[in-house]
Structure formats: structure tokens, C-alpha cells
């Protein structure tokens, strides 16, 4: 696995076997395009079956079990939840979102992967931050797609501006609904209202963000910094709260994934 941009991207190859996702691993949503070869998903009772040239969509919220009988060629990217994370959700049947190979953007999602896959092993970081664009893209056309198709409101051109603007001031402790509405000349109502249309709360928002960018970097393994160092880099500046929140969110106490990503690396190597 290596990253791109901060974007985890793997090309793995599975022989006969049975891989487990437990719902909660780590807030990202995964894509996962089918090289080659087949494989069964299961969550529950659900069935999907995958071939190549599949793109598979795993929100992070259901637990899948990929089952393998031959030959299997992944190429994953995780990203970073976005504003159409809450969007992007499998239906009750499926345990995965699956845009099928004959679909009518099957063969960019082809010529898109395989390009990748050829790529990956010697592509810089600047060529990587635009793959991970172009990726993120696709997938915010294919949630407006879908948004279109289900007869969903279009999102409000503000709203991209104002999240742009937290996410680019995250480590400010002075953030809050306030700030932001004033920053954008607009009422902290009309800015909550702005917000609900797409299913989100301000401060839940901004708290969250601010936590996948505490999550991220201590899943870095080369990453030496101190843990309260990093809460007040993105904005907590109460330890404590810090730390519960962080459990709250992602099951586990900052230290304890810290821990986690170390043990990780080391088995790895």
C-alpha cells in the first residue's frame, strides 16, 4: 500500500480465501476496482457478485466478507468522507455499491483504473494529487447522478464554499456556526438551514472533520508528535474531551489507535 495526496491506494492480489471488513475500521470510503478475476460480497444475508472491470463503492458503515474461490486483482483507494459521504449508502440488498463494468461509464472507470494500476509503483506526488481529484470527482458525478435519478434537490452552491472555508480552518479553536456564518454574511439560522438540507449539523460537522484529521495522522507510522500536540493542532484544547470524543467516534481512545497503527507497521515490515 502506498498513499497518494494522504489517499491510501492498494493493488492486492487474493488467492482462494475469505477477507472480513468490520464495519468502523476507519471512517474512509473505499473504492475498489475489479483488475481481474471474481469474488462474492456478503454482509448478513445480502449477495453481490463482483467481475472485472466492477467498481465497488464499501461505506464504512456495514461489515462485508469478500469471498474468493480463484484468482482476484483489487486496486483500492480510501478517501476521506466528504460531503456526500452521508449520500452514498448501499441499498438494503447489497452489501456494496457496485457500478458494473457494462454500465455507460464503465470503460472510463476501465481506462481510469488500469492506467492507475500501471502507474502506481513510480507515480510522484503531484500526479498523485491529481489522480486522487479526478477519483474524488468521478465519484461526485456519480452522487449527483444518483441525487438526479432519485429526485433529490441539488446542493446549494454556498454549501461548498462555506465547508471549504472550515476545512481550511479547522485548527482554529474560535471555528463554530458563528464564525462561520459571519465569515459568509449570513445568519447563523440560514446557515444551520443550509446545512440540514444536506442531512448535516454544523458542529457535529466540524467536530467530526476535525477528528478524521486527528485519526489520519495518527495512523501514520513515521508520525513522532505528542497526542495533546495534535488535539490543539485541530482545534481541541481540552485533552480530555479530546479523548472521549475520539472514542465516541471511532471505538477506540486516541492512544489505543495510535498503538494500533504502530503494532500495524511493525508487522508489516
Excluded at 470510503?29 to 448478513?44: E, F, K, M
Excluded at 466492477?54 to 461489515?63: H, V, Y
Amino acid at each position: 500500500m502506498r498513499p497518494l495526496d494522504g489517499v491510501p491506494v492498494d493493488s492486492m492480489r487474493l488467492g482462494p480465501c475469505s477477507a472480513r471488513r468490520p464495519a468502523g475500521l476507519d471512517g474512509a470510503l473505499w473504492l475498489s476496482y475489479v483488475v481481474d478475476g471474481s469474488a462474492l460480497a456478503t454482509s448478513g444475508r445480502r449477495r453481490q457478485t463482483l467481475t472485472a472491470g466492477d467498481l465497488a463503492i464499501w461505506p464504512d458503515e456495514r461489515s462485508v466478507t469478500l469471498h474468493v474461490t480463484g484468482q482476484l486483482h483489487l486496486l483500492s483507494m480510501a478517501l476521506p468522507p466528504r460531503r456526500w459521504a452521508h449520500l452514498v449508502h448501499p441499498d438494503e440488498d447489497a452489501p456494496c455499491i457496485r457500478i458494473c463494468h457494462d454500465s455507460p461509464i464503465g470503460p472510463m472507470l476501465a481506462g481510469f483504473f488500469d492506467g492507475l494500476g500501471r502507474r502506481l509503483p513510480d507515480m510522484d506526488e503531484q500526479h498523485g494529487a491529481i489522480v486522487v481529484d479526478m477519483a474524488q470527482a468521478l465519484l461526485n458525478r456519480w452522487v449527483d447522478g444518483r441525487r438526479l435519478a432519485s429526485g433529490a434537490p441539488a446542493p446549494h452552491p454556498m454549501l461548498a464554499r462555506v465547508l471549504a472555508h472550515a476545512d481550511a480552518h479547522l485548527g482554529d479553536p474560535d471555528l463554530t456556526p458563528q464564525s462561520l456564518a459571519a465569515a459568509h454574511g449570513m445568519s447563523v439560522r440560514s446557515l444551520h438551514l443550509l446545512f440540514e438540507r444536506e442531512g448535516l449539523k454544523v458542529a457535529q460537522w466540524i467536530r467530526d472533520r476535525r477528528l478524521e484529521r486527528c485519526r489520519d495522522t495518527l495512523a501514520r507510522p513515521e508520525w513522532q508528535g505528542r497526542i495533546i500536540d495534535l488535539a490543539l493542532q485541530w482545534g481541541f484544547n481540552d485533552p480530555s474531551h479530546f479523548s472521549r470524543v475520539f472514542r465516541q467516534r471511532y471505538g477506540r481512545a486516541p492512544r489505543q489507535a495510535r498503538a494500533l497503527a504502530v503494532q500495524s507497521s511493525w508487522s508489516a515490515s
